[in-house]
Structure formats: C-alpha cells, structure tokens
C-alpha cells in the first residue's frame, strides 16, 4: 500500500471519529405537540365535506436523520372512517404515524371530522397523546392534545329564558303554593340581566312540602320522532328542604293536575342523578338519550317537591334545550 494511500485512509478513519463524536455531542431531541394543545372542530352538515383541522409537532433541535413519532387518538367519536379521517392516513386503528424529516425541526398531520349520521347529538372529544419515537427524538415534552368536535343537530326546543317566564314552559300545581318563577342569575355569568327559571319555596307561604310541576306547554309529536335529547344547565343556590328531578309523560293531558288519576310520569335517570348537589352553587349540564318514545304526544316537566317556606333549597334551570329524530 503507498504511502499516500496509507495517509488517506487515516485521514478518513480521523474524519469518521470526528463526524461521531459530533454525532455524540447532539443534546436529546424532544417532541412536543406545538404551539397549542387544544383546538375545536365541527361536524360538517350531511353530505358536506369537513375542514381538516392541522396538528402540529415540534422537536427541540433540527434533526439529522428521519425520525417517527406514534400518535394515539382516543375519545367518545364513532372511529376511523365514520366520524373522522387523517392524513397521512392511520396504517392501524387509533394510531397515526408521523415523520419528522431530516434538517426540520416540525411535522404535521391533518383531522378531518365526518358526519357519521350517528343521532348522538352530543360533542365529540378526542385526546391525541404521543406514545411512542424512534431514531434522534428520545424524550416527550407536552405528549397530548385536546380536540373538540362540535355536534351538528339543531335543537328543535330551545328556551334561555331571555323572556321570563315566557311561553315554552306551564307551572302546573299539584298541592301547595307557586314556586317557579324567574332569576336574573342565569347561565354561565349569573349576571342580574341573563335570565333563567328558578324553583324555590322559601318564604313562599308553603308550610307543607312544595309539589310544582314546570311542564312544556305544549306536547312533543311522538309521531315526528323517535328519539330525544334533552339537556340543560342546572344551579342549586342555596340548601334546604326538598329538590327537583326531570320526568316526561306520554299520558298527561296537557291541562290540569300533573298528578290525576291515571297520568304517569317516568324519570329522566340519566339527568337526575347528574344533578349538582343541593347549595353547590356550580352549573351543571345534564343530559339524556331518550329512545322509542312511539307515537303518544311527550310532555317534558321538572318537579319540585319537599321545599317550604321555612326551609327550601333552590334550583335554576336554564338552556333548555331538545333534539330530536
């Protein structure tokens, strides 16, 4: 071997060493979902095309060779396909795969919602989290972000109560006093000027417990629909004697006692037992899927029962809303 030959294979093993210890001196990549964690969506009309929504990710030093993340997308939607699509495309259900070039320091993917003509008229919530990296990236900075996809069907029954008492809604008194009335304390800021509907016996004359029945005024075609979605905002201001629940009735008359002979009335269970706490003093948003309603005309009601004029917790009731198909 000559002598130049000799050196020029040094010089390259000198060359190669250097180009590792470099190699070595690369502090770890990080990823992190960048620069927000969060976006909201919507559910594009029957037929329409969506709007593709772009998640971006970010590394913390520009990268010398390709690298991949995993990226697994969980949440309440009907899945892949039906309620949303991605690109790059996921190669396994719930997980999306994406690459970080070499010389970048971000990639992208793309969440295009559906409508999946699903009758669950609910928002749809989905958790991105980064699971798994290969190659230059070894550690994870923020591993989730949060996407909310907004639901689609209008409500056909809607009352924020902006005119108080109004007309959407009957007090019906089974027993005792009138305790339904009007707040200027609604939902969400409870400013004196955003109404709502309140239910409360204290000082109102009642000495037995509170028997009211606030019911739609007019009945729902059961022949029109077959499902409902009925929710609302709830607040319990103060603690006391007595509370509400929602029921509906497919028998009641739409005149007169709730509580004659032969009408029935069935509780909304879901709804119920999502109620806030008595003195709670938070909005809560309850709902419920109420399915096979048939063919009878529906009334929709909340019964207050056990409050007095000595003794009474109260309820506000506001965003009434129902969905139905």
Not at 205 to 231: E, F, K
Not at 282 to 305: F, M
């Amino acid at each position: 071997m000559s002598r130049t030959l000799k050196l020029y294979s040094i010089a390259s093993l000198f060359a190669f060493a250097f180009l590792l210890s470099c190699e070595e001196d690369y502090e770890p990549a990080t990823i992190t979902f960048y620069p927000s964690l969060n976006a909201t969506g919507a559910e594009p009309e029957e037929n329409a095309a969506g709007l593709p929504l772009t998640v971006v990710l970010r590394t913390s030093r520009v990268l010398a060779e390709d690298s991949r993340v995993n990226i697994r997308i969980a949440g309440n939607g009907a899945g892949y396909g039906n309620s949303y699509t991605t690109f790059p495309p996921q190669l396994e259900p719930g997980i999306i795969t994406v690459t970080i070039p070499r010389g970048e320091v971000e990639a992208s993917f793309a969440f295009t919602p559906k409508n999946d003509g699903i009758f669950i008229p609910t928002d749809y919530q989905y958790t991105f989290t980064i699971e798994e990296t290969d190659n230059e990236i070894k550690s994870i900075g923020q591993k989730h972000f949060s996407m909310k996809v907004t639901d689609n069907t209008a409500a056909f029954f809607f009352d924020n109560f902006s005119t108080c008492p109004g007309t959407n809604f009957t007090e019906r008194i089974a027993s005792g006093v009138s305790t339904w009335g009007c707040s200027g304390f609604g939902y969400p800021d409870e400013v004196s000027s955003n109404s709502c509907r309140e239910a409360n016996a204290f000082n109102k004359g009642g000495t037995t417990g509170s028997n009211t029945y606030l019911v739609t005024t007019n009945p729902i075609d059961g022949t029109q629909y077959n499902n409902l979605y009925i929710s609302a905002q709830v607040y319990s201001r103060f603690t006391g004697s007595g509370g509400i629940k929602f029921l509906y009735s497919t028998n009641y008359p739409g005149t007169g006692s709730p509580e004659a002979d032969g009408v029935t009335w069935t509780e909304l269970t879901d709804i119920n037992s999502g109620l806030p706490a008595a003195g709670s003093q938070e909005w809560t948003g309850v709902a419920q899927l109420l399915e096979g309603i048939g063919d009878e005309p529906v009334y929709i009601a909340i019964h207050h029962a056990g409050g007095t004029t000595s003794s009474s917790s109260s309820w506000r009731i506001d965003d009434f809303s129902i969905k139905g198909n």
